[in-house]
């Protein structure tokens, strides 16, 4: 079967990260107006470091704080995505969209989303969501919060898992080993992004702090012998992102991607 054709899985796309100028004059075709500058959003390109994957990242963040503004956004993608032959996909919203009303209203919109979404697969294809949030330092009781918010989501069947994202050096996943065991203990599938702009050590610390089934990125895995014998041991699934690797400088050229020996490994990617 010739692969453009072939049935495909999608994962690791983050809401917040769709919008390119293309899709933006997609949507505005339709009459639908977006809060994003078109000029702002074409002088963010190219990216080709960690430093201009902020700035062009910084340029969506108009969108950041309701879930409803990403209604044609997503129509979009999903659009893009069947053109692919893409039948299941995962998309990732980050803790801005669960964090901004009260608990009740929260769980109204998103139920509210869960169904528009639902009217986008057309019997062909399969959304889930991943609610999650960036590393970053925050106040004890903001994480509290919004892991609190991610259980209600999962208990009420509106997300298939739970992220963690964000910048890794400095930022480690041993902080949150307390919200990680309440995911666990609720049986709530863990994906972490590590080993994308750190060494083994950060897949090391999502491993032994979070214990997830899927490491984002997770490009440093193959510069440890004994840490890619424990991914394989344990079947734990890379996300990985060539382009993006590329184009954000965590790999210096696509020949030099390790996608190629997770293949030839037998590892689950």
Request: glycine share 8%; aromatic share 8%; proline share 5%.
């Amino acid at each position: 079967m010739d692969a453009r054709s072939a049935p495909k899985v999608e994962l690791h796309c983050h809401l917040d990260g769709i919008v390119d100028p293309a899709m933006l004059r997609e949507v505005r075709a339709r009459g639908i107006e977006l809060a994003v500058s078109a000029d702002a959003l074409a002088l963010a390109y190219p990216v080709n470091d960690t430093e201009s994957f902020w700035r062009w990242l910084a340029v969506q963040e108009s969108l950041v704080g309701s879930i409803d503004a990403y209604r044609p956004i997503l129509a979009a993608h999903v659009e893009r995505l069947r053109a692919q032959h893409v039948v299941y996909t995962e998309i990732m919203f980050g803790s801005s969209e669960i964090w901004r009303c009260e608990r009740s209203e929260m769980l109204e919109r998103f139920r509210d989303f869960r169904e528009y979404a639902d009217g986008l697969e057309h019997g062909d294809m399969q959304v889930e969501f991943v609610a999650g949030w960036n590393r970053r330092p925050r106040p004890d009781g903001e994480v509290e919060e919004i892991a609190l918010r991610i259980l209600m989501l999962h208990e009420a069947g509106l997300i298939a898992g739970v992220f963690l994202a964000g910048p890794e050096e400095g930022n480690p996943v041993q902080r949150f080993a307390r919200t990680f065991t309440r995911f666990h203990d609720a049986g709530l599938p863990v994906e972490i992004h590590a080993g994308e702009w750190c060494g083994p050590e950060s897949v090391w610390d999502a491993l032994e702090h979070g214990r997830p089934q899927r490491i984002g990125h997770g490009v440093a895995i193959f510069d440890d012998p004994r840490l890619l014998d424990r991914v394989r041991a344990e079947r734990i699934h890379i996300e990985m992102c060539p382009t993006s690797n590329v184009r954000t400088g965590a790999v210096r050229h696509f020949e030099d991607h390790p996608i190629g020996r997770a293949h030839a490994l037998g590892l689950t990617f």
